[in-house]
């Protein structure tokens, strides 16, 4: 086990190495200027700019600014903001508390929503199951940003049932009443996905031969859905609902605008707009750690949930250990057959 987180997390510190290399090159190759954003459109002379690219470190070549934000990086500074002149830790740190609340709100509804709506599904066939599909396709192929418009125009401005976009709230109970249509925004796709997931896993485990076994012994139908059936469908939906409450991340940005609140995810629109690269690159490698945590945590919980995929990794491992001398390797011989013939 040791061994093996050692190798997750050697791979995830290569992937957020390639993934900044990578948002550097990219920042730098879009088109715009830095110094003009500073400049905010003032004329300014030759010598000005090169003096304000200077501050910024902006005229230095392309992989000596990456070695300087990389050395600053490992050491927690990941710069100065362009676009705030704030320190960039500082500032994804004031941003992240509101952030944070939206994804937390989002992940309730997504396991929530998605996984009760799944198992009607699969132990309701029919009717029910059949206006879950259709809903679950519909929402799976909604983008974000409609649904965040949609819930705008339907509950903020005809029904004024909740705050319209740009109100933040103060307290718990009134952040999260301001937050309610951004969650579902962003729940919303997510949770459709999610409750196809539990749907096909569920019923996938209710044809297995151990669920008819103990119908056939009496087993009461609560208890072999319980034990048997949510068990074993546990597995496939703690593995896709944790990749999905990762992508969580990816869509504030889109939310966080529409609503026009104030976030990581906007933070990132902001910067990318401005060539803010020590913004854009300081939460870029936040999604990725992000993911890539969360990946490692799903790995983790597999065996636990599921004590099958524990007995295959190790089946996997004493067969790699093996090796092709090992036990049971080469063809079967049959007593009797022909030598070279089919057994």
Known sequence: MARYLLGRVLGLVAVLLVTSFLVFSAVHLAPGDPVSFLLKGHPATPEARAAIAAQYHLDDPFLVQYGKWLGGALHGDFGRSVQFRQDVGE????????????????????????????????????????????????????????TAIALVSLFAVRLGWFPGPGSQGTGLADRLHHLTLPAFALAVTLAGLLARVTRSAMLDELGRDHVEAARSRGVPERQVIRRHVLRGALGPVVTVGGTTLAGLLVSTSVVETAFNTTGVGSLLVQSVGAKDLPVVQAVTLLTVLCFGLVNLAVDLLGPLIDPRTARAVRRGRGAAQAGPTGPGTGPAVVPGAPAGGAA
């Not at 709100?105 to 699969?122: D, F, K, Q």
Request: contains cysteine.
């Open 91 to 146: 500032l994804i740190g004031s941003r992240l508390p509101g952030t944070a609340l939206l994804i937390g709100y989002a992940a309730v509804l997504v396991c929530l929503g998605g996984t009760l709506v799944g198992a009607a599904a699969a132990l309701r066939p029919g009717p029910l199951d059949r206006l879950v599909l259709i809903g679950t396709g519909i929402a799976t192929a909604t983008p974000p940003f409609v």
